[in-house]
Structure formats: structure tokens, C-alpha cells
């Protein structure tokens, strides 16, 4: 089919017409009217503007700017009417719970300061908003405190009931404002874009055309896609989100044990088994069937009947696993016979070791009949299928390496063993040696198998720590020419192990630095720090006014590092503290080192050193830290203060695994506001700082 020049310009006007709507429209913050107490400030190649009163200043400061010198007034042109979202481009400061709100206007026009129905409140910004350059911005997002992030204002809810702002024909330019809550709020751009658009974090950076629908996210390729092993996850209703986005392997959590089918005695549950099996088999994933024989979760009521009769229904559960299931592509047979061998009656533990004939002495040719009989009984009913052994804490211990070892070659002299499998859960990695781990891999590779990785997590409770050793751990399993496939046992918050933070997803659905590296590793794209240059906001690295500060710069590179950001630190916290977004506060005279450490845990660090004089030590007394009281105590609303906060430093808020959930830096300020809204219910550790000396105070969260 030809088409006519006439409709060929047409078609091309219509589709420039179409990207130009798509488009939004960038403003940056520094380029409107500003108010006298907004000042403009650049760091690492970023200009914007920030505020330099509080809320304090004014009256009724928490519900509206309170002067024109707390507003700033924009001039924006529209491309088209219709309905339009908001936008903007923000960083947290060094007090998240109190450098997180401003306001912005109800609607187009000038507004009155001192009319709260002129004013949309944002708030608790802090945890909230997205930095990745493929995260899409919408919804809440959770970047944290310190980075620049995109928040869609306009579907945020975090204070007052967000705003869609209408542009009526014939009235295309808009007056627009912005203004002052709380300090320490830094702003880089203002967007306006079509209400029916989605952008991501690089669309909104670089004035690019959205999209009119959300990616699907099950179109997003699995990780492994493409590679020539699988990295999976398990099968559990916890687990499902996304899981295609994610994973290309499937093993059922606890749907395929035992006691899970038929807890009563020829009553079978197949239900959530099916569903992990199809979720492999309808995405062409491998599937592997955990697990026929376990000293664990099997069914009471085996323990009680005789020897023959267990053997009988032993039969009975392999030939009814593999007429149901004909495609099972790895089958544990036995799992973990060095730890957990069936031969203890209640608590789910089968009873049953002497119907497979029996365990002799440690060491003895007898030892492993029981384990011989199962595979002889499995190799009959799942001919095509590949059989596996698998334990834990085998590739941590050279003993049980051997051990393991003795047994896998037992099942190899009679044809009965296909697959190696070695659990790998964080109790067995995070402090062991990455040359054992090597080493001990190395062993069970000897017997000529395939080995799989399990039941792989690895617990992280901070993401510096759980990024550091995903990235020291999970290459030594991945790169092993023998290891053929990984397997997760979890990846988002209710997993076994959440409590110690092994999840890769945080329960707002983002993901974790240690996911990002994941993938980015796996796939090959993932771009390390290699450069941090270190430098002082107007050049003087020294601080000579007493209780001063300086603001801390650190320039990444490359450009395109695929995890920026910087953990900031300081050499004599005797002599100075440094905030989460570089903020150097003197104590003391002398010299400290100040060090920006890359946060994609490549081990890049950057230093400057900065000369403090003139400072003035005068510390907390012994009675001023007894008479600070948390109020209210119980926590009832999400928010505590406490006054006579005038010399305290740091307030640390440590929840009873000694985690510390919240840190305020503080500089004479006489009362402060310590927000709890995300804080579980519990009890909770207050530690409050002066110069040398700390008191400890006790708050429960209702």
C-alpha cells in the first residue's frame, strides 16, 4: 500500500503532535520566583533550591508556608488542555523525619500563605519515591533519605489528599507554586505531564515521552534468561509476585512434602502442588519436586503402622507423585539424610527409616540402606526423571563434605543417583571462608554429576551488608563450572528467614541493591564505581565557626554506575559527625578524614580531610540527660517528642534485636519530633547523645 505525500506529512504531524503531548514538562526549581528565604545551591553537578527557615518561623508553619518569602512561584506553559499530574524531583536532608514536607498549590494561580485550603501538605517523604532510572513513578516507590528521587505528588497521599491539576482551553499558561514546610528539603525540578502517562526515572530526568500503559510485568524477562543455568525460587503464596519477572526454575516451598498432600491418611491435597507444577510447566521452567523422603513434615500417622504396612504406603506415594506429575524434571528422593533421617516418631518425623530397611553404624557399609532402598523405589517409578540427594551444611564443613561425598558414591555404584544437591542457606555462608566453600564444591564435583544449589539465602540486615555478601557468596556458586542451577528459598518478605532479612524485595515492592545487583550481575550489564572524588561546597575543606557545618560533595564515575550513591562516614566522631547526605557537623578542633564509600559495594572510597577550629565543647550534664522524656509513652499516634533536646547530638531509635531503625543528627534544637509511623508494634531502646556521654530511655509502639 502506497500513501500520499499529503497524508505521509499527515501521519508523521500527528505523531510528532502525539510524542510532543506525551512529553512532560520539566521545570527546574532554581528558574522560578523565589521567596528571600529560599536560597539556590549546586552539588555534584546538580543546581536547586532550598529552604532556610522551618516551620518554627512562622505561624501555623505545619499547615501553610506562612510568607511570600516561603513561596516559589513558576510560569508554565502547556502544550494542550486536559488533565495533568505533578511531579518533582526531591532529596531528604540530614533529619529525614524532620526534613521531609512542603506544600504545593491547590490548583492553578497565586495562593494566600496563610490559607490551608490554598495548600496541599506533602509529607513523610523520607522513605518514599523512585531513583532507579527504570523504575516507573507511580505509586509511593521506596527510595530512602540522601538521594535525589522522583515522586508522583499527585498520586502521593503522605499528608493531605493529592491534586490532578486541569488546563482549560484557550488558558494555556499556568501559574503554579510551591512552598516551605519544614528545612532541610532540597528541590531539583517541578514536572507537569498527562494525567493518563506513565515515565520512568530517565524519562522524567531527561524530558522524555511516557508510555499510556505499565509494562506487564511478566513480560519482563527472568534473570537467568537466556543463560545456560537456571537461577530459581520456591513456590509459595508469599512468593508468586512477579515471579516471572524473576525467576526460570520452580520448587514447591512446602506443597510437595509428604504431610502436606496427605496429612489424612488417603485424603490427598494436591491443590498448591498442581499450582507450582504448572506455574514450571506453563512458563517452560524446570520443575523440581521437593521432596519424596524427609525425616520432617511427614504424616503422623505413618509413625504408628508396621513396617510393612509404611513400606506399602512409601510405594503408594511415589506412584502416586509420578502418574500425577509425569514431567518432573528433578526429584529429591532424599532429603537430608545427614541431618534429618526419618527415624523419630512425632513432630512430623515419620518413623519409617526401618520400613526402608534400616541405618547401621556411622561409617559401616549398612549406614545408608535405608537411603538405597528410596532410590531403587524411585529410580522404578520416575525412570526419566533425574534423581537427587540433597543436605545442608555441607558446603561449610569439609567432614560433612566427605561424608556426603561417601554417600553419593554409595548411590553411584548402582546407577542410582543423577543429581547433587547442597542447600546453602545463610547459616552455612555468611561467615564461612569463600575458600572452603570453593573447595568443598570442588569435592562433591569430583563424582561427575551436576550439582544444584537448593535452597540458597542469604540474610542482610542492613543493604550494605546483604549487598556485600550477595556479591561475595553468590558468584562462587554461579561461576563453579559444575553447578548447573540455583534455587532460592525466597526472595520477598514471608520467607522462612524475613525476620533476618535474607528478602530481596522489600514489602513495598522495591527492590533491594542487592536485587539490582542480581540481575545486573547475572546478565552482565551491571556497572561498578571505579572513581569518588571527594570535595567541599565552596571549596574550603575546613569548618571555622563554632557548632558550624559544611556540606560534603562526592562525585561518582562513571556516569552510568549502575548503583550511585555514597555511605558517607568521618575518621574522629569525637571531633566531628557526618549526615546520611554529607553534612559535616564540628565538635571539636582538629582534623578529621571525611569518606564517601560507593554504595554498590565495589569497595571504591573517596576521602578528604577537613580542619575544624574555634569550636566550643560544652556537654550534656548528667541531669539534663535523666530529665529527657519521650511523650506520649505509649507511642499512639506514630510520632514522639522530646524537649530540652538542646545539647543532645544524636538520637538513636533500636528496636530489641539491637537494630538501629532511626538516627537524628541534632544541632541546638530544643525540642524534637521522632517519627515511629512504620515502627512494628514493641517495645523500643531511645538513646540519646551528647558529646561523650549517652542515657538510654525505654518506649513502647502500640
Known amino acids: 500500500m502506497k500513501l500520499s505525500i499529503s497524508a505521509l506529512l499527515v501521519s508523521l504531524l500527528s505523531t510528532h503532535l502525539l510524542i510532543g503531548q506525551n512529553t512532560p514538562i520539566i521545570t527546574e526549581a532554581e528558574s522560578g520566583t523565589r521567596g528571600a528565604e529560599w536560597s539556590v545551591t549546586s552539588s555534584t553537578g546538580v543546581q536547586y533550591v532550598t529552604i532556610q527557615t522551618d516551620l518554627t518561623t512562622v505561624t501555623n508553619g505545619g499547615q501553610v ?30 533529619n529525614p523525619a524532620n526534613d521531609d514536607s512542603f506544600f504545593y498549590g491547590n490548583g492553578f494561580g497565586t495562593k494566600n500563605v496563610n490559607e490551608a485550603n490554598d495548600w496541599v501538605i506533602v509529607n513523610q517523604l523520607e522513605a518514599v519515591g523512585f531513583a532507579l532510572a527504570d523504575d516507573y513513578v507511580s505509586g509511593l516507590g521506596g527510595a530512602q533519605s540522601g538521594v535525589w528521587k522522583w515522586l508522583n505528588l499527585s498520586e502521593n497521599n503522605r499528608g493531605e489528599d493529592p491534586v490532578t491539576f486541569i488546563v482549560p482551553d484557550g488558558n494555556l499558561t499556568q501559574t503554579f507554586q510551591i512552598g516551605a514546610r519544614e528545612d532541610g528539603l532540597d528541590i531539583d525540578k517541578v514536572a507537569f505531564a498527562p494525567a493518563a502517562i506513565f515515565y520512568t526515572v530517565s524519562n522524567l530526568d531527561n524530558g522524555e515521552a511516557g508510555v499510556d500503559e505499565l509494562p506487564d510485568p511478566n513480560e519482563i524477562p527472568p534473570i537467568a534468561d537466556g543463560q545456560d543455568k537456571f537461577l530459581g525460587n520456591i513456590y509459595s503464596n508469599s512468593q508468586l509476585e512477579n515471579f516471572t519477572s524473576y525467576w526460570n526454575q ?12 496427605e496429612g489424612t491418611r488417603d485424603v490427598m491435597n494436591w491443590a498448591a502442588l498442581d499450582n507450582a507444577y504448572n506455574l514450571a ?50 526429584i529429591e528422593v532424599v532429603n537430608e539424610p545427614l541431618h534429618d533421617p526419618p527415624n523419630q516418631s512425632g513432630n512430623g518425623g515419620g518413623n519409617y527409616i526401618n520400613a526402608l530397611g534400616g541405618s547401621g553404624a556411622q561409617g559401616s557399609k549398612q549406614e545408608w540402606i535405608w537411603v538405597l532402598t528410596a532410590f531403587r523405589l524411585a529410580r522404578e517409578h520416575f525412570p526419566d526423571t533425574k534423581l537427587m540427594i540433597n543436605d545442608y551444611n555441607i558446603v561449610n564443613s569439609s567432614t560433612n563434605t566427605i561424608r556426603y561425598k561417601t554417600l553419593i558414591d554409595t548411590l553411584l555404584s548402582e546407577n542410582l543417583l543423577d543429581a547433587i544437591g547442597v542447600q546453602a542457606h545463610a547459616f552455612s555462608l555468611n561467615t564461612t571462608e569463600s575458600s572452603v566453600i570453593t573447595s568443598n564444591l570442588n569435592t562433591l564435583a569430583s563424582a561427575n554429576l551436576p550439582l544444584y544449589v537448593t535452597e540458597m539465602d542469604i540474610d542482610g540486615p542492613t543493604d550494605a551488608v546483604h549487598l556485600e555478601r550477595y556479591r561475595r557468596i553468590f558468584p562462587l556458586f554461579w561461576e563453579h563450572p559444575a553447578v548447573a542451577g540455583i534455587t532460592l528459598w525466597g526472595y520477598r518478605p514471608g520467607m ?3 525476620d533476618q532479612m535474607a528478602y530481596l524485595i522489600n514489602a513495598d515492592g522495591s527492590e533491594r541493591p542487592s536485587m ?25 575543606a575546613e569548618i571555622s565557626t563554632p557548632d558550624g557545618t559544611l556540606q560534603m560533595n562526592a562525585a561518582v564515575l562513571p556516569a552510568d554506575v549502575t548503583l550511585p550513591g555514597v555511605i558517607w562516614s568521618v575518621s574522629n566522631a569525637g571531633l566531628a559527625t557526618i549526615s546520611s547526605t554529607g553534612v559535616l557537623t564540628a565538635l571539636n578542633d582538629g582534623t578529621v578524614t571525611v569518606t564517601a564509600t560507593a554504595i554498590d559495594g565495589s569497595g571504591v572510597k573517596g576521602t578528604l580531610n577537613v580542619t575544624l577550629s574555634n ?4 556537654d550534656i550534664t548528667d541531669v539534663e540527660l535523666l530529665n529527657l522524656y519521650p511523650y506520649p509513652n505509649p507511642v499512639i499516634a506514630g510520632k514522639i517528642s522530646v ?8 538520637i538513636k531509635v533500636i528496636d530489641m534485636s539491637g537494630r538501629s531503625i532511626r538516627e537524628i543528627t541534632l544541632l541546638n534544637e530544643p525540642m524534637v519530633d521522632i517519627e515511629l509511623f512504620n515502627a512494628a508494634p514493641g517495645v523500643y531502646a531511645i538513646q540519646f547523645f551528647g558529646e561523650r556521654q549517652s542515657v538510654v530511655k525505654k518506649v513502647v509502639v502500640k
Open 643 to 650: 524537649q530540652g533536646t538542646d545539647r543532645v547530638r544524636q
Open 615 to 618: 569550636q566550643v565543647v560544652t
Open 281 to 330: 510447566k506453563d512458563n517452560d521452567f524446570p520443575f523440581r519436586m521437593h521432596v519424596l523422603v524427609w525425616g520432617n513434615q511427614q504424616p503422623a500417622w505413618i509413625e504408628s503402622l508396621s513396617s510393612a504396612e509404611q513400606l506399602e504406603e512409601i510405594e503408594e506415594w511415589f506412584s502416586l507423585v509420578a502418574a500425577r506429575y509425569p514431567d518432573i524434571d528433578i
Open 516 to 540: 539490582v545487583w542480581l540481575r545486573g550481575y547475572v546478565d552482565g550489564t551491571f556497572v561498578d564505581t571505579n572513581t569518588i572524588t571527594v570535595s567541599a561546597s565552596g571549596g574550603n
Open 65 to 94: 508556608p506562612g510568607k511570600v518569602e516561603r513561596t516559589v512561584s513558576f510560569t508554565v506553559n502547556f502544550p494542550a488542555a486536559g488533565s495533568y499530574e505533578l511531579y518533582a524531583r526531591v532529596r531528604v536532608g540530614a
Open 250 to 261: 520452580v520448587a514447591p516451598e512446602n506443597a510437595g512434602k509428604w504431610g502436606s498432600v
Open 496 to 498: 522462612w528467614r524475613t
